[in-house]
């Protein structure tokens, strides 16, 4: 067994899931976000191991023939999978992780680690939505429309999550991931681990 958490968090394109994961690592200890697997180029300035982990499309096949991803998928003609070894080798080291992941990836790992714990970023309203996506000024109007249809259908999938977390005010929205983080390593299956000795004294 593990004293570490497997995290799972999802939200439609401009619900601020990046943003809010960023902010919770640089503020917690002991956590960190999965680093994919890809078979897409290194970009300018990527780092191998910290952006991503770049491999030939051949090898990445390979793994998936060889069930070594918690998830993978096929993003237009790259794919991207999380590794079951390099989650592993988080959790000996006692770290949390998380996995930025959309709905049908999430769908993946819980079929495979019954124990996940699955968030799901609400944003407080479609219009708020709307906005974040313009805020960008990176898409026409038929790019954000199609991205809002995108995520409305995302948004139907909130009922196989765990918890529900409404980003209106970015720092409330931290504070509730930062006190599911903390609930969750308070729990019987970890703490009776990490208070093995002191239960022990107790009961002796």
Known sequence: MTTANLFVITAPSGAGKTSLVKALIENTEDICVSISHTT???RPGEIEGVNYHFVHQTDFLQMVAQNQFLEHAQVFD???GTSQHWVAQQ??????VILEIDWQGALQVRKLKHDCISIFILPPSRAALEQRLRQ????SDIVIARRMEQAIDE????VEFDYLVVNDQFEIALRDLQA???S??????????????LLKSLLA
Do not use: C
């Open 180 to 182: 599911i983080v903390r």
């Open 91 to 96: 959790f000996k080291k006692g770290i949390d």
């Open 40 to 42: 897409r180029p290194k």
């Open 155 to 158: 948004l139907t999938h909130y």
């Open 136 to 139: 960008r000024a990176q898409d």
């Open 78 to 80: 790259n794919y991207y």
């Open 184 to 197: 969750q390593r308070l729990t019987h299956r970890i703490q009776a681990q990490k208070q093995e000795n």
